[in-house]
């Protein structure tokens, strides 16, 4: 039953993203050097649109940590010519939305609409980037919103774990700080810091504008250009960082709670790197989903999970392979070891089925999330941004069916020797 699941799935992920897919993108670069990235699609007369914004959380100065994500949050908060209301009550008259978000190296805008609707989208979205708002009113719920957010982080096992394991595997850099910031920062953020924020990212070389939807670039192109052709001429570098794992340590920390949290983390290709591919697969066999060695071993076999599972996030800077457990408190030496034990177990070799079965799963999970023009604005423009270029978006698939067991074995090799580092969360 699993199999025919799979097959089925496949046969008609394929066939949707066939007929969406292979429409050509238009690759237009503004004088300003911001990108323009559009696909035609035939539909109900909708546009999705997905702006990417270079440069994250990462750019956050020592002292104003959560100073971009807090930018991004008072975005949306009314424009010069659009109070709150008449701002958003456009995208939700249309059926559509508009939201606004940051991240560790890089934030995004996305709106979708019907086309009639499109102009005035762009214009409510030309006054959000050049006469934002930013009112004190707002920042303050957003401040006070945040560090509750924060605070309720801590409270979750797993998130805790994971923001106290990236202060120590990244240590020294900015990735070692949360999109959301440290408490005592927060407290310090003036408005004046929010709008010296948003005047720097205001460049053209910042910029990737994806947009799908149901008319031809032609007709847009104008709208496009009167829309982003203000932003500062700019080229832009993301911060350089190179930062690894070496040997083997964890730390444990303490907290009110029924079970034990373990995370672990293991360095990783970052996006472009050459085993990026085949450690896609690798975290597919390793732990994604019931089928996968950990859940098998860790929960089915030796009954020390209660949730098991690994994640491997594209990075353009940094790369790491985590792997998450939670477990009975009594447990937790034998449910650490057990990670070391499934993980290190990759180098004697993986077969044919299971390497099968990661490309259904992942290949099923992609064209899965391509049904939605809001989805296939968001893909082309990521890979632009990682630097992979949009081209990717229609080879990704071709490049995980090529994987091989040997592929597999020379990225474990290559990576998951040099060292990890865990963190222990337990009562």
Request: hydrophobic content about 35%.
């Amino acid at each position: 039953m699993y199999r025919v699941f799979f097959v089925l799935l496949i046969f008609l992920s394929t066939f949707s993203f066939g007929y969406q897919g292979g429409n050509r993108v238009i690759k237009d670069i503004l004088d300003n050097n911001a990108v323009v990235l559009f696909k035609q699609t035939q539909g109900k007369g909708i546009i999705a649109g997905t702006i990417f914004v270079k440069g994250g959380s990462i750019e956050d100065p020592e002292g104003k940590k959560g100073l971009t994500n807090l930018t991004f949050k008072l975005l949306l908060k009314g424009t010069k010519n659009y109070d709150f209301s008449s701002f958003h009550q456009l995208f939700e008259d249309s059926g559509g939305y508009i939201s606004a978000s940051a991240g560790d190296e890089y934030s995004t805008i996305e709106f979708a609409v019907k086309v009639e609707d499109l102009e005035e989208a762009l214009k409510r979205i030309k006054d959000m980037l050049f006469n934002p708002l930013f009112p004190e009113d707002k920042l303050t719920q957003e401040k006070i919103n945040t560090i509750a957010q924060i605070k309720a982080k801590k409270e979750e096992g797993f998130s805790y774990a994971l923001d106290e394991l990236r202060k120590e595997i990244y240590k020294g850099t900015p990735y070692q700080y949360s999109t959301l910031g440290e408490i005592q920062d927060i407290e310090k953020i003036k408005i004046e810091d929010i709008k010296r924020r948003w005047n720097e990212i205001l460049e053209g070389g910042r910029f990737v504008i994806s947009i799908v939807g149901d008319t031809d670039y032609q007709s847009i192109k104008p709208l496009i250009k009167e829309t982003f052709s203000k932003l500062k001429k700019s080229n832009y570098k993301y911060p350089s960082v190179d930062v690894k794992i070496k040997g083997k340590d964890c730390k444990t920390l303490t907290r009110e709670g029924a079970q034990t949290t373990i995370v672990v983390a293991y360095n990783a290709p970052k996006a472009k790197e050459k085993y990026y591919f085949p450690f896609k697969v690798l975290n597919g066999i390793l732990g994604n989903g019931f089928t996968s060695r950990l859940f098998q071993e860790l929960r089915e076999k030796r009954g020390l999970a209660y949730a098991v599972g690994s994640f491997y996030p594209t990075r353009i800077n940094v790369g790491n392979l985590f792997v998450y457990m939670g477990t009975a408190p009594q447990n937790t030496e034998k449910a650490l070891e057990g990670i070391y034990q499934v993980v290190n177990s990759i180098k004697n070799g993986v077969s044919e089925e299971e390497i099968k079965t990661a490309k259904e799963k992942f290949i099923g999970h992609y064209l899965l999330d391509h049904q939605t023009r809001a989805k296939q604005s968001w893909y082309i423009g990521w890979f632009e941004v990682v630097g992979f270029g949009y081209e990717m978006d229609e080879k990704y698939v071709d490049f995980i069916k090529k994987v091989k067991e040997e592929d597999i074995k020379k990225a474990w090799a290559e990576y998951i020797p040099e060292g990890s580092f865990c963190v222990i969360v337990k009562p």
